[in-house]
């Protein structure tokens, strides 16, 4: 199944008290009950990348079949240095992000 998505960000911040990489965009989804969600995919190929899934989760109720755009994000503790980011969907490439905007 193809998937829309926009809009794909990642910070590496590094302010106190800890380091965190943050990972947003917006996947467009069929209807309001299905949830986005990032996940560390089970294998990670290097050290200075991080690959995610994005899986879709479908809440429980009746919803208006409209296409609508939703927010992702995943969080995680970060010391090292990454130097791109690889989302995955049904187990290919979405997209890969190399620009990564560090704060400190």
């Not at 990642?10 to 008290?17: A, E, I, S, T, Y």
């Not at 990032?38 to 050290?47: D, E, K, N």
């Given at each position: 199944?193809?998937?829309?998505?926009?809009?794909?960000?990642?910070?590496?911040?590094?302010?106190p008290p800890g380091a965190r990489l943050r990972v947003t965009g917006t996947v467009s989804?069929?209807?309001p009950g299905i949830e986005p969600v990032l996940v560390?995919?089970?294998?990670?190929?290097?050290?200075?990348?991080?690959?995610?899934?994005?899986?879709?989760?479908?809440?429980?109720?009746?919803?208006?079949?409209?296409?609508?755009?939703?927010?992702?994000?995943?969080?995680?503790?970060?010391?090292?240095?990454?130097?791109?980011?690889?989302?995955?969907?049904?187990?290919?490439?979405?997209?890969?992000?190399?620009?990564?905007?560090?704060?400190?």
């Amino acid at each position: 199944m193809s998937i829309a998505s926009k809009n794909w960000k990642v910070q590496h911040d590094k302010m106190p008290p800890g380091a965190r990489l943050r990972v947003t965009g917006t996947v467009s989804v069929n209807h309001p009950g299905i949830e986005p969600v990032l996940v560390r995919a089970a294998v990670q190929t290097t050290s200075t990348s991080l690959a995610l899934n994005l899986e879709l989760q479908t809440k429980d109720g009746v919803f208006p079949q409209v296409v609508c755009d939703k927010d992702v994000r995943f969080e995680v503790a970060a010391n090292d240095q990454m130097t791109y980011v690889d989302i995955f969907h049904d187990g290919r490439l979405l997209t890969r992000i190399t620009d990564i905007l560090i704060t400190h």
